[in-house]
């Protein structure tokens, strides 16, 4: 969802007049709005009521003024080159969009900033109605009353669709600390653990518990692993 803040500028004018014997201050206040969110929306749109008909291509820069308008989104910062081959017909906009670039996100293994590839190809046909109508995904539906194409939602959505599912740094290149922090008990450390422990209860040192509660984690590691094989 794009979110937007209005700023106001407050412009403040006075006038000395005077009525017979009587002098006084009249102050013309005025108000201008804008939006810096809007601005950099429009920076993603196409005017297509002064095309011709056939095709038309316009190319795009997609940086962190686009992320900032989308609300909780995973996108730290990046840039995009966006390339937009257009075809007008009578009736429907038909676009064909490319994607090319890298985003920032954050790595599932440290938490650090991650750099992801950005390797998008899609199409997007627009028709215009009268009636209001929901985009489905394939077609984007205008008022014939509109003069521009808005893209922000989009190029931003097809960004994100194209993240990776798993999103780390390549072999190396985390934080070792961070790392340190999670890190996970390996099979042969656990094998360790639980023989040391089996040990001390053999013993006498220990109590049973433990070694019931260590083989109830053993079990649940090796189910996991087998549902991830499936």
Not at 13 to 27: I, T
Not at 144 to 156: G, K, M, N, T
Request: aromatic share 10%; with cysteine.
């Amino acid at each position: 969802m794009v979110s937007t803040r209005a700023e106001f500028t407050v412009n403040v004018v006075s006038e000395r007049c005077s009525v017979g014997k009587n002098s006084f201050s009249v102050f013309f206040i005025t108000l201008q709005t804008g939006s810096i969110e809007m601005n950099a929306a429009r920076k993603y749109s196409i005017a297509w009521k002064g095309l011709s008909e056939g095709e038309h291509t316009f190319e795009f820069e997609a940086g962190d003024d686009l992320f900032r308008l989308f609300e909780n989104t995973e996108i730290k910062s990046g840039h995009c080159d966006v390339k937009v081959n257009l075809l007008r017909a009578a009736r429907q906009l038909r676009l064909g969009i490319s994607i090319r670039g890298s985003v920032a996100v954050e790595c599932d293994r440290c938490l650090g900033d991650c750099s992801v590839p950005i390797d998008y190809d899609g199409e997007l046909l627009v028709k215009f109605s009268d009636e209001v109508r929901e985009y489905d995904g394939d077609t984007l539906w205008l008022s014939p009353s509109e003069d521009f194409v808005d893209l922000a939602q989009y190029i931003y959505e097809s960004i994100v669709l194209s993240l990776p599912y798993q999103r780390v740094h390549p072999d190396g290149e985390c934080d070792p600390d961070m790392l340190e922090r999670f890190r996970i008990v390996s099979e042969q450390e656990f094998e360790t653990i639980e023989n040391e422990t089996q040990q001390r209860e053999s013993e006498g040192s220990g109590s049973g518990q433990w070694t019931e509660q260590l083989s109830a984690i053993k079990q649940q590691m090796e189910q996991e692993e087998k549902n991830k094989k499936h």
